[in-house]
């Protein structure tokens, strides 16, 4: 199952379907390995996004859209560029409830952001791996999504096992559980370069390791920019 963009869906603008209990696997695209979202807003609910891969979000590519996605699972998806979802010009999506697992990409295994700023409420991100950045989520160019209630565990990468901020790029995490994440380089944790300060707030993030062990520098290691945390375990 191959083609150019959208393996089996491709919603382009004014077009905002509703998808429900579906399971979508084995497809391979050059972008947007599942699912398209171009300038469009579905609501993607109880689908399942399994083995997909494509150069651009291995799952699902969302070019200035937005979808609400409930209860889904993403899990061994393939990307150059996002394993899971990539989000890009100034995507916002809605994503609650949903777990990525065993995706893999060069950057941001589950996820990446470019430009864009997910709203993630009670997800799990769990052995997602990144050959370079961002082993569970890759942020860059001002991207500056939230999560509450998230937990990131055993997610790996060169840099930011769980998470790597680029390029101003000021995620707030609030409530989170970020533990047992990996770096072969720096911040198993957090990775944060190039003028981005994340804000974490509630949070726990313990037992991250990078090549310096497992102290503080590798759960939030920063190379330029000024995180900000507040009552929370580092």
């Known amino acids: 199952k191959s083609a150019g963009r959208g393996g ?3 919603n382009g603008t004014g077009r905002n379907p509703t998808e429900t209990n579906r399971t979508y696997t084995g497809y391979e695209r050059a972008a947007g390995g599942q699912m398209y979202n171009g300038g469009t807003n579905p609501m ?4 399942s996004f ?3 891969s494509a150069r651009y979000g291995g799952g699902m590519w969302n070019y200035g859209g937005s979808p609400t996605v409930t209860n889904c699972i993403f899990t061994d ?6 394993g899971g979802v990539w989000n890009t010009v100034d995507s916002s999506p809605t994503v609650t409830n949903c777990t990525f697992s065993a995706n893999s990409a060069d950057y941001g295994g589950a996820m990446l952001n470019e430009s864009s700023s997910p709203t993630l409420t009670a997800c799990t991100f769990i052995g997602n791996t990144a050959t370079y950045t961002g082993g569970g989520i890759h942020n860059d160019d001002a991207s500056s999504g939230t999560l509450t209630n998230c937990t990131v565990i055993a997610n790996s990468a060169d840099f930011g096992g769980r998470m790597n901020n680029v390029n101003t790029s000021n995620p707030t995490g609030i409530n989170c559980t970020v533990s ?5 380089a720096d911040g198993g944790g957090m990775y944060d370069f190039n003028n981005s300060s994340p804000a974490v707030t509630n949070s726990i993030l313990w037992g991250n390791g990078d090549a310096g062990g497992m102290d503080e520098s590798a759960q939030i290691h920063t190379d330029s920019g000024t995180p900000v945390v507040n009552y929370s375990i580092v």
Request: glycine share 20%; net charge neutral.
């Open 44 to 47: 993607v609910n109880n689908c």
């Open 8 to 10: 089996r869906i491709s």
């Open 77 to 82: 998806n393939i990307g150059g560029f996002g």
């Open 50 to 52: 399994s083995g997909n």
């Open 180 to 184: 047992e994440n990996s770096a072969n």
